[in-house]
């Protein structure tokens, strides 16, 4: 399955694709089609940065 380190790491952290779709500012449907093929570059970076965001906030509150 594509992209499956970061599937790994949505799921130990309880991070769902809506939550990384609203700190990236688009759509669910639209981090679904993402992950549908490999994440590459800038797309990926963004992508864990959001991850990583969410899970500082999850620790912090």
């Known amino acids: 399955m594509a992209n499956e380190d970061i ?7 309880n991070i ?3 939550q990384v779709a609203h700190i ?3 759509c669910e449907q639209t981090v679904l ?3 549908r ?3 590459e ?3 990926r970076q963004k992508i ?3 991850i ?3 899970k500082e906030a999850a620790n912090n509150g």
């Not at 599937?7 to 952290?13: A, P, S």
């Open 7 to 13: 599937r790994r790491e949505m799921k130990e952290n």
């Open 48 to 50: 864990m940065s959001a």
């Open 33 to 35: 089609r993402w992950f």
């Open 52 to 54: 990583k965001q969410l």
């Open 24 to 26: 990236l500012g688009v």
């Open 37 to 39: 093929f490999p994440l």
């Open 16 to 18: 769902t694709q809506w």
């Open 41 to 43: 570059g800038e797309q």
